[in-house]
């Protein structure tokens, strides 16, 4: 039986969900009414068609990229957690994501979280060109960050692996360390590491 209550934003919840599991290409109206339980032509009447529907999506993404929120009690701790929240907010969506760059909405997306780095840039007593250098550093900490992870989670085994690679003296008779290079990287906490030293290094002394 067709069901008849439907909303646009349970059909964009329903599209963004089945672009997020397997990519723009799977989003059919044929099978987003399907996932519904729905008639394609309701389809239609909420949304529009297949590119009103894409583009529909791309605005839902920018507008949720917009709801990052600083916390905690210092400019360096809100700093931090604006740019942890991006980059859990570009993780979480990165077919989304590349929807919005192939659109150039790319800058607009990205514009809330630089608002809300600059805020806490003039809390923590930066100015002017320092302080635009310290919301960019931070931006591009990040979004480097999720390129470098995405790029590594679709990159072939390789031959030979790192924990093939190193041994003790390629690490110069260091062996703590060679273990530590043969075992699997922890992106996540090289993630926080490196993100508080540069935000600690932006916000200290000029």
Known sequence: MTRTALTGEEVLRTA???????????????????????????????????ESLLDALVERTVQEMGEIRPTGSTPQARVVSVARALHTALRE????????????????????????????????????ERAAEAVRAVQFQVVGF????????????????????????????DPALARAL????????????????????LLGPA
């Open 146 to 173: 999720v390129l470098v992870e995405r790029n590594r989670e679709r990159s072939p085994a390789q031959h030979p692996s790192e924990g093939e690679l190193w041994d003790a003296p390629t690490a110069g008779h």
């Open 16 to 50: 963004a969900r089945l672009i997020r599991a397997h990519g723009p290409e799977a989003l059919t109206m044929r099978r987003l009414a399907a996932e519904l339980g729905t008639a394609v032509t309701s389809i239609y009447w909420h949304v529009g068609n297949r």
């Open 93 to 128: 969506r990165p077919q989304l994501i590349a929807m919005v760059h192939e659109r150039g909405l790319t800058e607009r997306m990205f514009l809330p979280a630089q608002q809300a780095l600059v805020h806490e840039m003039h809390a923590a007593g930066l100015r002017g």
């Open 182 to 201: 043969a075992a699997p990287a922890d992106a996540g906490h090289l993630f926080r590491v490196s993100l508080e030293a540069l935000v600690a290094s």
